[in-house]
């Protein structure tokens, strides 16, 4: 199989849009918004699977794909779930400093 560059700039712009859209999907899944994260997993689905297919004119290559792309939204939501938590508790914990803060200057103030 020869090199195009044709190919190539297809490729490199699936790449590309894929990892582009994968932002918008870990927002919407993190907003709870199912019809919005299907929208952007199908069209990333799409994208990846152009690039499988431009890449190995197989597309037999598309299962694993598909297995790839489901993992790694798994993968994503997870990680963001946790900084989420972790998130929530340094804001309480900056809570707590605030409320320590106002008892402090309410004191002054007497």
């Not at 900084?83 to 400093?97: G, H, Y």
Request: glycine letters at 2%; hydrophobic letters at 50%.
């Amino acid at each position: 199989m020869d090199f195009e560059i044709s190919t190539a700039v297809i490729i490199f712009f699936c790449d590309a849009l894929f990892w582009f859209l994968n932002v918008f999907l870990i927002n919407k899944v993190i907003d709870h918004r199912a019809f919005k994260a299907g929208f952007y997993a199908a069209a990333l689905n799409f994208t990846s699977y152009i690039a499988v297919f431009y890449f190995v004119k197989n597309l037999e290559y598309l299962t694993p794909a598909c297995l790839g792309a489901f993992i790694g939204a798994v993968m994503a939501t997870e990680y963001s779930r946790r900084r989420q938590k972790i998130e929530e508790v340094n804001f309480s914990q900056l809570k707590e400093e605030m409320e320590k803060i106002k008892e402090e200057m309410e004191k002054l103030k007497k």
